[in-house]
């Protein structure tokens, strides 16, 4: 601590080159820390899928759909407490823009299935008594403006139907830029080929414990069927969705990486450029009695000042637009909700900082620090 001062007069001799490098730090760390949240919104759904709740599906593929009568045989499998189908729309609101989750469930459970789903016992009682009720989630109430007792219309490219719907209720938690309604009204409006037909069925278990004999039994239940069905915990069947975009993942590691890259070298540049010109004055150093680790020590703590001091301004800025900012609301179709920094991301960037700090100086201050006093009071760079 007792070099601090002198630190700090060597990082402010040239404003502009400080100046600059930190921004290039400050730019770099926000958008790795952007990337890396948006990592994290892709894999949410396994993060906190429930661990008592499956997911029945077609075996070949989720675009076929399971006769609703597959229920009633599914609710007596031992350990299992509910059953209810989650059947997917595709319902579009106004305009083709204007696209987002809306799923036919059973009303009388799903709230019990899904308990992170909160709204008001008034609420909950008018959706379940008005087959023509539906309730959405609080940022689609953002986006669109819905509230409760309009009427909206959806129109569906799949089933080439049009449903209108009585909001009900607004509901926080879970996914907030879904609609459910009553999946029998579904059914009524459905045209012949689609009617007693389900997407998927959410099944809630008694216990964890029961969880892999229910997904074993249902489906050797269905083996041999017509419709053989492919049952997974939420958090395997939510893995599946997040396969999907692994080239995407991979592909913003990758940029994840040139960024962090780019920063080492152009911090290796600025510490290059810095000792470089204060080579004479090492000489000097070394004559006033400062021995090889001090003079070291002491460019390494201007890299790392540099690196922090811009580490924590960039990370600052993301926690303070990110928890100011929804930008889920932004990119409407994308899977984001929370879209906040956690802490590992923002430790993470802080060490990624550090880390560049210290590699960027080392060559140049062991290079620099191991010259004579004559070596570095003759050298012309």
Known sequence: MKFSKLILKNILRNKRRTLLTALSIVVSLFLIITLATMLTEFSRGSAEASPLRLWTRHSVSLTFPLPAAHL?????????????????????????????????????????????LKMSEAEWQAFINDR?????GQKLVKLYGFTPGQRITLRSPIYT??????????????????LYFHHEYMNELFP????????????????????PKIAQAIDSIFINTDAPTKTESEREFAMSFEAMTGGVKQFMYGIMGAIAFSLLLVMANTMAMTVRERTKEVG??????????????LLLGEALLVTTLSALIGIGLAVILFNSLDVSLYIPQAPFQAFVPTRTTLLSAFVVSVLVGAISVSYSAFRVSGMTIAEALRSTE
Not at 284 to 297: E, N, P
């Open 72 to 116: 009633q045989r599914m609710a007596t499998v031992p350990g299992v407490k509910n059953v209810m189908p989650f059947s997917w729309f595709g319902g579009i609101y106004k305009d083709e823009k204007n696209f987002f989750a809306n799923f036919g469930v059973d009303a009388n459970k799903l709230r019990e299935n899904y308990p992170e």
């Open 192 to 211: 012949e080929w689609a009617k007693d037909k389900v997407g998927t069925f959410s099944i809630l278990a008694n216990s964890a414990a029961d969880v």
């Open 161 to 178: 139907a049009s449903m209108e719907f009585i909001i009900r209720g607004v509901v926080t938690g879970g996914d907030e830029k879904t």
């Open 284 to 297: 000097t150093l070394k004559a006033l009695g400062f021995q090889r680790g001090t003079i070291a020590g």
């Open 132 to 136: 023509q009720g539906a309730i959405v």
